[in-house]
Each structure stands twice: as structure tokens, then as C-alpha cells.
């Protein structure tokens, strides 16, 4: 069974940047994780909060675990509870699996940043709350059918 893990932010924050690199703040820094009987399987660190606009990160482990409730949970805390503008994902060119993953979510690419990445160019995904499928009606989206809850 799959649940959400709110109350360890620290916890989760450290889990995902062990994977993704970087440190977790817990002074500047949010984490939402999702167990899997009892084991964390993935997490999203929210950072650079500004009011308008927040970084995400993302690491998971094990096939299936981005489900329609753990997306909606995590962009619905960005988009309905801290008002957020725009959602950025920072992802390096070299990183197909991530591209392929942050545009399977709903993000569109922005803007590059040549020769800012680990292996090459840093790319700058963002998606709105009108552009995220995950919020249902209240943003004028119906919701699209996700694999798996």
C-alpha cells in the first residue's frame, strides 16, 4: 500500500537529495514523500519559494510510483495552499529521463541556459496552474485519467 508522507520533511528532503544531489534545508525547503509499505519510493523537494513561483525536485525509485493521488497532492500544496504562480523544474540536457518525465507531467520547456548544466545546457521546465492536469475543474481543467492512485 502507497501513502503519502507530510509530517517528515526532512526525512524526504534528505531521501531525494541523496539521489539527485545537494543538500536539504529544512529552514528554506519543503518535502512531500510516498511510501511504500513503510519504505519511502519517492519524494518532491520544494525550494527558492518567492510567492510567485517555487523549484521542485523529484526522485523516485522502483517503476509506478508517480500515482494520480501523489501528483495531485503535490501540485495541488503548490497551487492551492501556497498560491504559487509557476512551478520550475531545473533539468541538465544530458538528462533524457527527466525531460521525458517533467513533459509526461505537464511541464513545458522555457528556456535553456547554455552550457549552465553538469553535462551540458540547464533547461528550465515550468508549468502554470491553468497548464496542470492535475488539479481537476477548479483551474478550468477536467481531469485527465492517470495510471495508477
Given at each position: 500500500m502507497k501513502t503519502i508522507v507530510w509530517d517528515r520533511p526532512a526525512e524526504v528532503g534528505r531521501w531525494v537529495c541523496s539521489r539527485i544531489g545537494g543538500s536539504f534545508d529544512a529552514s528554506s525547503?519543503?518535502?512531500i514523500?510516498?511510501?511504500?509499505d513503510g519504505e519511502l519510493i519517492a519524494g518532491v523537494v520544494f525550494d527558492h519559494f518567492n510567492?510567485?513561483?517555487i523549484s521542485m525536485h523529484?526522485?523516485?525509485e522502483g517503476g509506478h510510483w508517480m500515482t494520480r493521488g501523489y501528483a495531485k497532492a503535490c501540485f495541488g500544496y503548490v497551487f492551492n495552499q501556497l498560491k504559487v504562480k509557476k512551478v520550475i523544474g531545473l533539468v541538465d540536457s544530458a538528462n533524457l529521463a527527466a525531460r521525458r518525465y517533467d513533459e509526461?507531467?505537464?511541464?513545458?520547456?522555457?528556456?535553456?541556459?547554455?552550457?549552465?548544466?553538469?553535462?551540458?545546457?540547464?533547461?528550465?521546465?515550468?508549468?502554470?496552474?491553468?497548464?496542470c492536469r492535475w488539479l481537476g475543474?477548479?483551474?478550468?481543467?477536467?481531469?485527465?485519467?492517470?495510471?495508477?492512485?
Open positions: 525547503a519543503t518535502a514523500g510516498l511510501e511504500r510567492g510567485r513561483s523529484v526522485a523516485g509526461h507531467l505537464g511541464f513545458r520547456l522555457e528556456s535553456v541556459i547554455t552550457d549552465a548544466g553538469r553535462e551540458g545546457d540547464l533547461l528550465i521546465y515550468t508549468m502554470t496552474a491553468g497548464e475543474e477548479k483551474h478550468g481543467q477536467q481531469v485527465l485519467a492517470a495510471a495508477g492512485t
